[in-house]
């Protein structure tokens, strides 16, 4: 037995020195191409499609800037991109988010983009956008995609409460949203889910629809402050959930897609939620079900904060210029449009909105989509140092206990308060 | 103390000649674990640990500095720390019993004749074998208020009053995950009892079996004392890696709700990876251990005198 | 030891017990592998599929390379396998059967080495792997799967070894069998249980490790199955839950075989035939 095993193991190791090893980016010889890798996060079935043909022709038409596709992965970024950056060894070009790449850039390990962006591709993007990736002046990314807050909502139910959709643009005030999911609740169903597993990003960016900052700065202080904006939001989804009942208290728990069930069901009417949603509703949605997307609620404004998806290029890169090259190629407006439409997200770019809106005929819902990116700007807590922990220390678990009704809408403040005290020293 | 402590010298005067050679052999034996263990556990292994007395950040080209006790007197005043390691002992006793208890009721079974024996043997090591990636996934899916599996058998078994918001609510989230934790580890700890079981010479079984002893005092008198050693083993290894395990409860529920399944490694992990605080998250890691070792320390030391006694 | 009939119908009953508990999820990955989108968020999920697709396990395979991972994966789990038995199996020995300074050291370092967060241990790893040039390969990765199993494996072996009787041993030696022909005339079979048990836990926490696969391997024909399986989710934890499910029931097959194989000799109870020769 003993034998059988050493004489195995001696067959696996021959066999792993001989095909084991895939180091081949030894590129360090001046001459030949220059090799880039490219770390893409597209998971979407078209996506994924876009993402692989437009580097597969890319290497075709440059053969000196030869870029390699590395698939990686939304929940296991982070710590790949970390522990690579630590260690040395990071791709050229990666795609992540904005609220990420603020960390990384503070520590160093992101190039300046300020001076390597084309004027043409600055111009496609507003500067409200420019600004949710830009850090200490220096701009850590290339923001592309964007998410913003809709509402889906069942069509018929709508129909038979009598309550008509608002066309893009025409959004309608919180009032009227609280209203209609009155009106759409009664036995068996409830106006709205919803789905407050991660509160604190939901909450920061509908708290700009009453101006709500959390974070205030004076010379280099930061500080957190709840008042009666901030308060706004969470206030209104409190009531909906305990006061008027419109809104299901079992959906506080879940996840982006996880109301889908109830919703198709016909549990739920209403479906606030990210425009990528369309998508589950195209794929899903039981046959007859008939969908349609509302425009973002406002409040004093439709204003959102942003958090664009981003391509950002590595401070040890050996080719930031050529790198750079590629992520113009990568964003022309054409591919931009077609890499959002994959990802059924909204295009940063002006030109590729307008692509998109052709291209689909405004149909699914990318009319309201395309409209809502004009709304979408930078928040305050976007470039507050330490917010990442403030969010996870105090903020969600804070919200999830005033969600579960635990807490009052003051003891939320207090807690909101304290915890900025205890993490922006 | 020679190298053999236990060998019967006396008795045995062979084995007294060999006592030379006997030593090389130990070091010989030894020497291919210890190697790569030197390398590539023990380097990493101090370094984490001297981390843990500086203000190490994560950041490029960032100065490290030697801050002693600095971190330790920041850490007995984390009150949300010591929250989650209050609910870390919780998780882990809790976890490492249950899983004990039942792997070894189901080791018991699987070592009697019965049919399927073999294919229940490979149903039992279903949790292990499946990739990580989807058991966080399918276990959202059992949970879940509004189509989850566990609702609705309750639903089709007519009993719709116990449907529940299990992960959302306050207080059945952490006994939700610890239903978790303890599905995912069984088969490990069934597998070892298993094997030991094997080990447990069948004439002691007779032989009580002959002076008629009943089967549970069988079973306390033989088929306990002769596993000791095994059982003593993995639950020890059991309760480090409960203690250590956070990945599927950082996706059933990311800590929420309002902290009710923050882990203490969740809460390193995050301390480390998302604010980039090395040397606190360090710190945390090397109270953690200080802790552990203690409790470990009193329980391997009771049962180590049961089993040589 | 005949148990009563009644007795056996409780033992029956409760093995049903465990088996819906532990094994459930096969059937639920097999029936999800085989539904279309629309049937996913079904309010009232049935088993068999309304229209059963093979569209998910199309997708798995075209969409990403899981057939490569398999081979990748395979080739590094049973090399880690292999090599941590070969290399514990002689110091599990060592350790229970001589109390040395540097046994007493080794065990307290095995248990140090589980506790401290791994999550501190990557970069250093990581740093070490990059000196000598094995970041990037599935040697380095086997290293790490090696030494991270052994712990496991020389505290669970050396358990194993405590439990033959001595005399069994020394039986033998009193016979002029020299210490080597102890260990693998008398030890080794004796262990064979503890050996499946010990390789079983090195090939599947090799077989499913994620972390150290996705840092350690840029290359994408290197990537391992977990890291390959990953890709199906997005966003959110939002999963392409189809392909998933497909691609890893496929995954979840070779560990079930691979123990299949072993688990008979889990109870090759030799043991009893040797104390009575």
């Given at each position: 037995m003993l034998r059988k095993l050493v004489a195995v193991s001696a067959a696996l190791l021959i066999g792993l020195s001989g095909c084991g090893s895939g180091d081949d980016d030894d590129?360090?010889?001046?001459?030949?191409p220059v090799k880039l890798r490219f770390l893409s996060l597209a998971w979407q079935k078209e996506s994924l499609t876009a993402n692989r043909e437009l580097v597969d022709k890319w290497n075709a038409e440059h053969p000196d800037i030869q870029v390699e596709y590395v698939q990686g992965d939304w929940n296991s970024v982070h710590d790949q991109l970390l522990t690579s950056f630590e260690g040395g060894d990071a791709p050229d070009i990666f795609q992540y988010e904005s609220a990420a790449i603020g960390e990384f850039a503070k520590q160093g390990y992101l190039a300046d983009l300020s001076s390597l962006v084309s004027s043409d591709l600055k111009g496609e993007i507003s500067d409200g956008i420019w600004k949710t990736v830009t850090f200490d002046g220096k701009v850590a990314g290339v923001p592309f995609l964007l998410e913003?807050?809709?509402?889906?909502?069942?069509?018929?139910?709508?129909?038979?409460?009598?309550?008509?959709?608002?066309?893009?643009?025409?959004?309608?005030?919180?009032?009227?949203?609280?209203?209609?999911?009155?009106?759409?609740?009664?036995?068996?169903?409830?106006?709205?889910?919803?789905?407050?597993?991660s509160p604190t990003n939901r909450v920061m960016n509908l708290s700009l629809n009453f101006d709500g900052k959390f974070f205030y700065t004076d010379g280099s202080k930061t500080e957190v402050k709840v008042g009666d904006a901030e308060k706004e939001i969470p206030r209104r989804i409190h009531d909906m959930i305990y006061v008027t009942k419109s809104a299901s208290p079992d959906a506080v728990g879940m996840g982006g897609t996880d109301p889908l069930p109830g919703f198709f069901a016909g549990k739920y009417a209403m479906l606030p939620g990210g425009v990528f949603l369309r998508q589950q509703m195209v794929e899903q949605a039981p046959a007859g079900f008939e969908w349609v997307t509302l425009p973002p609620i406002k409040g004093l404004s439709a204003n959102q904060a942003a958090n664009p998806q981003t391509l950002s290029i590595s401070e040890d890169s050996k080719g930031k210029k050529q790198a750079m090259q590629f992520v113009e190629y990568f964003l022309n407006p054409a591919n931009m449009a077609r890499l959002a439409q994959g990802d059924w997200l909204v295009p940063t770019g002006k030109k590729a909105g307008e692509e998109l809106i052709t291209s689909t005929g405004g149909k699914q819902g990318w009319d309201v989509a395309v409209a809502s990116a004009g709304d979408l700007t930078i928040a305050p807590f976007q470039t507050v140092d330490g917010y990442p922990e403030w969010k996870t220390k105090y903020a969600t678990p804070a919200l999830q206990q005033y969600f579960a009704n635990k807490i009052t809408l003051d003891q939320l403040g207090t807690q909101l308060v304290d915890g900025g005290k205890q993490v922006l020293r | 103390m020679t190298t053999l402590t236990e060998?019967?010298?006396?008795?045995?005067?062979?084995?007294?000649?060999k006592a030379r050679s006997d030593r090389t052999t130990i070091y010989l034996l030894l020497l291919p674990a210890l190697l790569p263990v030197v390398v590539l556990?023990?380097?990493?292994?101090?370094?984490?640990?001297?981390?843990?007395?500086?203000?190490?950040?994560?950041?490029?080209?960032?100065?490290t500095n030697f801050t002693g006790v600095e971190n330790y007197r920041e850490l007995m005043n984390d009150d949300l720390f010591w929250s989650a390691f209050r609910i870390g002992l919780v998780w882990t006793f809790a976890v490492t019993i249950l899983q004990f208890v039942l792997a070894f009721g189901l080791a018991l079974l699987l070592s009697q004749p019965l049919k399927f024996r073999g294919f229940a043997r490979v149903m039992a090591?279903?949790?292990?074998?499946?990739?990580?990636?989807?058991?966080?996934?399918?276990?959202?899916?059992?949970?879940?208020?509004?189509?989850?599996?566990?609702?609705?058998?309750?639903?089709?078994?007519?009993?719709e009053g116990l449907q529940h918001n299990w992960l959302g609510d306050f207080s059945t989230a952490l006994p939700a995950v610890i239903m978790v934790g303890v599905w995912s580890g069984m088969p490990q700890t069934t597998i070892v009892l298993l094997a030991g079981l094997s080990g447990v010479p069948r004439e002691l079984h007779e032989a009580a079996a002959v002076d008629g002893a009943t089967a549970w005092q069988r079973f306390r008198s033989v088929t306990v004392p002769s596993l000791m050693p095994v059982i003593v083993a993995i639950t020890t290894l059991d309760f480090i890696w409960n203690f250590n395990s956070f990945g599927l409860v950082y996706v059933l529920t990311a800590g929420g709700p309002g902290g009710r399944t923050m882990l203490p490694m969740l809460f390193a992990y995050e301390e480390a990876f998302r604010y980039g605080n090395y040397g606190y998250a360090a710190a945390l890691g090397n109270v953690m251990v200080v802790i552990i070792v203690a409790l470990l320390a009193v329980y391997l030391r009771r049962r180590l005198r049961e089993a040589n006694a | 030891m005949r148990a009563s009939r009644l007795a056996r119908t409780l033992q029956y009953g409760a093995l049903a017990v465990y088996m819906v508990f532990l094994g459930f999820p096969l059937v639920w990955m097999l029936s999800t592998s085989f539904k279309p989108p629309r049937e996913m968020v079904e309010i009232h999920p049935t088993l068999i599929p309304?229209?059963?697709?093979?569209?998910?396990?199309?997708?798995?395979?075209?969409?990403?390379?899981?057939g490569r991972a398999a081979l990748n994966s395979l080739q590094v789990s049973l090399s880690s396998a292999v090599l941590t038995v070969l290399v514990a199996l002689p110091a599990a020995y060592a350790l229970a059967r001589f109390k040395t300074k540097l046994g007493t050291a080794a065990l307290g370092w095995v248990l140090l080495s589980q506790l401290f967060p791994f999550v501190l241990l990557v970069i250093p790893l990581f740093l070490i792997l990059r000196q000598v040039d094995l970041v990037n390969t599935h040697a380095g990765?086997?290293?790490?799967?090696?030494?991270?199993?052994?712990?496991?494996?020389?505290?669970?072996?050396?358990?194993?070894?405590?439990?033959?009787?001595?005399?069994?041993?020394?039986?033998?030696?009193?016979?002029?069998?020299?210490?080597?022909?102890?260990?693998?005339?008398?030890v080794a079979p004796l262990l064979a249980p503890g050996v499946v048990a010990t390789s079983l836990f090195a090939f599947i926490s090799a077989w499913n490790e994620f972390f150290f696969a996705l840092v350690l391997l840029k290359s994408p024909d290197l990537a391992t199955l977990p890291v390959t399986l990953a890709r199906f989710v997005g966003v959110e934890g939002i999963a392409r839950l189809g392909p998933l499910a497909a691609g890893s029931l496929l995954a979840t097959i070779p560990s079930l075989i691979f123990f299949a194989f072993l688990q008979r000799r889990l109870t090759s109870g030799s043991l009893a035939g040797a104390v009575k020769g």
């Open positions: 590129s360090s010889s001046s001459e030949g913003s807050q809709v509402v889906l909502a069942n069509k018929k139910l709508l129909d038979a409460a009598g309550i008509t959709v608002p066309a893009a643009g025409q959004s309608w005030t919180w009032d009227e949203f609280q209203a209609n999911a009155q009106k759409l609740t009664k036995s068996g169903t409830y106006g709205v889910a919803w789905a407050l597993k | 060998a019967p010298v006396a008795r045995k005067p062979d084995y007294k000649t556990s023990v380097i990493p292994l101090v370094r984490g640990i001297y981390l843990g007395f500086t203000d190490a950040r994560a950041g490029r080209n960032v100065d090591l279903v949790p292990w074998a499946m990739p990580p990636v989807i058991v966080g996934i399918m276990w959202r899916l059992v949970y879940h208020p509004d189509a989850g599996l566990l609702n609705e058998v309750l639903y089709r078994g007519g009993a | 309304h229209n059963p697709t093979l569209d998910n396990y199309v997708a798995a395979f075209t969409e990403q390379e899981l990765l086997i290293l790490v799967y090696v030494v991270w199993a052994l712990p496991f494996a020389l505290w669970m072996l050396q358990g194993f070894v405590r439990n033959i009787p001595r005399e069994l041993e020394e039986a033998a030696a009193v016979d002029g069998a020299t210490r080597l022909q102890v260990l693998r005339r008398v």
